[in-house]
């Protein structure tokens, strides 16, 4: 049974910041990739930001410059730094854990940048 629990999601004003965090525990397999998804009411998921074992990252357009992903591979964790937050960021994040065998998907949780 693998587990992949978020925190750090909440409330925040434009221009403010948060960090979420994804720890994966349970029996995992080799993890390949490990990276952030967000869906906002009525849209599609996207992706945020992606991470792999050799630590390239990728981040979607609408985020660079802003957020910044890492990983701790100690721990199985994924973090994901975002500053200078929008009205537009407001989405459900999710965590995904992509490994040899299958692919994982976090609970999501909420972040919502209003004033």
């Known amino acids: 049974q693998v587990q992949l629990v978020e925190s750090g999601g909440g409330l925040v004003q434009p221009g403010g910041s948060l960090r979420l965090s994804c720890a994966a525990s349970?029996?995992?397999?080799?993890?390949?990739?490990m990276g952030w998804y967000r869906q906002a009411p009525g849209k599609q998921r996207e992706v945020v930001a992606g991470?792999?074992?050799?630590?390239?990252?990728n981040y979607a357009d609408s985020v660079k410059g802003r957020f910044t992903i890492s990983r701790d591979n100690a721990k199985n964790t994924v973090y994901l730094q975002m500053n200078s937050l929008k009205p537009e960021d407001t989405a459900v994040y999710y965590c995904?854990?992509?490994?040899?065998?299958?692919?994982?998907w976090g609970q999501g949780t909420q972040v919502t940048v209003s004033s």
């Open positions: 349970g029996s995992i397999f080799s993890i390949l990739a």
């Open positions: 995904k854990v992509v490994t040899t065998k299958i692919t994982y």
């Open positions: 991470i792999n074992t050799g630590g390239t990252i």
